[in-house]
């Protein structure tokens, strides 16, 4: 299938299918069924007769064909950046395809993480795990435990069996005094620069020593009867009993549209639930972040030794330093680097982000804020490497501050960077590939970019980007990013016209 007539089905899809199986063609409004015909015309049309405009590009007409997408009236008062370059092991024989405000700083969103997860890979190393421990001796009539947590992200209740289940074995059936130490990473557990929509969702939780279950729960919201309240399902349920409820959602029939909106009262575990879903529709899985980490560990750390038969008397949250002096009785690991920055890239995961951020800053500066510390261990590392530090500004490890500032060179300069060193395939594997991985799974399906682009995408309000490595047969790789900045257009029209630019990189040729 061509690329143009792949497009069309994706349209066809969103706009017509999903409107005929809720309702039937018979109630589809006049607008909409002669959408759905125009559209199957046009798709049988591209089928029968492929568009000519889909052969190969003349390096030479690149400039031409990627200004004419960004220059489109409606993108006339958004910011464009972008830089193309050809893959090179030295500066010199770098060929520049196409450059537009290369040299300026955009609002990066999640393209950020590009900086976070090589510094961390080429700083702390491929193999390197974070290590959660118990340390304990007896104590009276049981034993007094400290679990010192070090910021493991991937730490969830199956990491806490295994605790529980290796105490167990080392005879432990009782807990006079059991201590969670939270102070490995220092510093706020919420970056100041972030939104509070951002902090009280699943997206954005607060990255602390203590991880567990990526800090959020979660939970389902089921369609009733018209008019009727949303259905909410915890997926802890005893978390869930937790948490008082103000649901003020709603059960809609077609053609209204579905919508949520959740918001989190920050001094009680209160949410507030509006919007409405359609009847008969699936159920959709949101989640919320858990504002108050150490103690929610500690709730289902508790829960989960006095399940394997270990009475805890006494429990407590260390928030200080205190080092503890008796031996390791337990201890869990983490992934290698290598899986957690492939967890962080394919799908754009703040939290993984964060917590590499701060892995970089304590592991060499324990005294510090881990997030500043982190922040200037990054720096070092990839000025290392090549990247002029005068081309970023970041705020945080995950690219939801908008504080953060990235140029396209300066993201070129990375992806060029890391293609040459040591850990260059490790890299390469952690981003997304289009059209079947993380991000990029759902996008350039059936075109000649699937299977043959890896890289990281970036979404904010007003913000979309891409950067990456195009890599087609019998022609030289191509390093490019993509951003655009301040548009008050849909984030699906800029991404369809960033899309398109990709398309038109992965028909260049040299002609």
């Known amino acids: 299938m061509s690329e143009l007539a792949t497009a069309m089905l994706q349209q066809f899809v969103q706009y017509c299918w999903k409107p005929v199986a809720n309702v039937g063609f018979s109630r589809l409004t006049p607008r909409e ?134 105490l167990k074995r080392r005879g432990v059936q009782r807990v006079s005094q059991l201590w969670v130490d939270d102070s490995y990473l220092r510093g706020s557990a919420i970056v100041p620069s972030w939104a509070w929509e951002d902090v009280q969702l699943g997206y954005g939780p607060p990255v602390n020593s203590l ?19 949303l259905a909410v399902a915890w997926t802890d349920a005893d978390e869930g009993r937790r948490w008082q409820v103000d649901n003020q959602s709603k059960t809609v029939s077609p053609p209204e549209p579905e919508i949520l909106n959740l918001e989190q009262d920050p001094r009680v575990p209160r949410l507030y639930l509006r919007g409405q879903l359609l009847a008969g529709s699936d159920p959709a899985d949101v989640a919320v972040s858990v504002l108050e980490p150490a103690s929610y560990f500690l709730r289902r750390l508790r829960a989960t030794l006095m399940a394997v038969g270990i009475r805890v008397d006494r429990a407590g949250v260390l928030s200080s330093p205190n080092q503890p ?28 982000a964060e917590a590499l951020l701060r892995q970089l800053g304590a592991t060499q500066s324990p005294n510090r804020d881990a997030t500043q510390a982190g922040l200037d261990r990054l ?49 390469r594997k952690s981003l997304a590939m289009a059209g079947q991985t993380g991000t990029l799974a759902g996008r350039f399906q059936g075109t000649v970019v699937a299977s043959n682009l890896q890289g990281k995408t970036g979404t904010l309000s007003g913000v979309v980007a891409l950067a990456g490595y195009l890599t087609l047969p019998n022609r030289p790789t191509l390093v490019f990013a993509i951003v655009v900045n301040q548009s008050e257009q849909s984030t699906a029209t800029l991404r369809r016209a960033l899309d398109d630019i990709v398309l038109l990189l992965g028909r260049l040729d040299r002609c």
């Open 211 to 229: 991880i567990l279950n990526e800090n959020v729960v979660g939970l389902q919201l089921q369609p009733t009867s018209v008019g009727e309240p």
């Open 325 to 352: 002096s008796d031996p390791e009785l337990a201890f869990t690991f983490s992934p290698p680097i290598a899986e957690l920055i492939t967890t962080t890239n394919q799908l754009s995961n703040n939290l993984y």
């Open 33 to 166: 069924r002669q959408r759905l015909i125009t559209i199957a015309t046009v798709m049988l049309t591209v089928s029968l007769f492929p568009s000519p405009t889909l052969a190969q590009l003349c390096i030479s007409q690149l400039n031409q064909g990627i200004n004419a997408i960004i220059d489109q009236p409606q993108f006339a008062r958004a910011r464009w950046g972008v830089l193309v370059q050809t893959l090179s092991p030295t500066a010199a024989d770098r060929q520049t395809l196409y450059s537009r405000d290369a040299r300026r700083f955009f609002i990066p969103a999640s393209m950020a993480k590009l900086f976070t997860t090589a510094a961390a890979l080429d700083q702390l190393g491929a193999g390197y795990r974070i290590r959660t421990s118990v340390y304990g001796a007896p104590s009276g009539t049981g034993y007094r435990l400290q679990v010192v947590g070090r910021g493991d992200p991937s730490f969830s209740d199956r990491h806490l069996q295994q605790l529980a289940e290796q």
């Open 379 to 427: 720096r070092t590392a990839l000025t290392r490497l090549g990247v002029d530090p005068s081309g970023y500004l970041l705020a945080d490890g995950s690219g939801l501050s908008r504080h953060n500032l990235v140029s396209p060179e300066a993201v070129v300069q990375l992806l060029q960077s890391m293609a040459m060193s040591p850990q260059a395939m490790i890299y």
